[in-house]
């Protein structure tokens, strides 16, 4: 071996020796962890939790049942071209009917009927629902 091979290998031998002793650094530090995009959600609106009280469950089950039957004897007689172009106004006061008691089914089995009255869609219904007596 000649005495230039002997001094490459003896640095070689003295840079392992040398770095086995120093902590391992990484030449490519990892970037730092990225904050995450999903958010926490907001807090639920108390008129869309249910209440505790069961009755008030069992009359929103009987009024969302009423509204179900409503709507189908709505379906059934839209049905006849005859009746429905006779009583179209008629008609449309029965899908009225089951939309209103959809509204007070959820009014009634919320935990917060004051608060779910106000989200009512039906204006008229809503307006009826939130008046305040006067003195």
């Keep these: 071996m000649s005495a230039e091979q002997q001094r ?3 640095i070689h031998a003295g840079f392992r020796a040398e770095a086995s002793s120093r ?3 990484a030449f490519h530090a990892s970037p ?3 904050p995450s995009i999903r ?3 907001p807090p639920q609106d108390p008129a869309l939790i249910p209440t ?4 008030s469950l069992r009359i929103a089950e009987e009024l969302e049942f009423a ?3 409503i709507e189908a004897l709505g379906d059934t007689l839209c049905t006849d071209p005859l009746l429905l172009t006779r009583h179209a106004v008629a008609l449309q006061s029965v899908d009225i009917v089951g939309q209103m008691l959809g ?4 009014v009634s ?3 917060a009927p004051e608060r779910a009255a106000e989200r009512i869609g039906m204006s008229d219904l809503r307006a009826r629902l939130t008046r305040r007596a006067s003195l």
Aim: glycine letters at 0%; hydrophobic letters at 25%; zero cysteines.
């Design 103 to 106: 509204h007070l089914a959820d």
């Design 109 to 111: 089995r919320s935990s």
């Design 52 to 55: 505790d009280n069961p009755l």
């Design 32 to 34: 730092p962890p990225r």
């Design 67 to 69: 509204r179900r039957m």
């Design 23 to 25: 902590p391992l650094v």
């Design 39 to 41: 958010r926490e959600p």
């Design 8 to 10: 490459v290998d003896s």
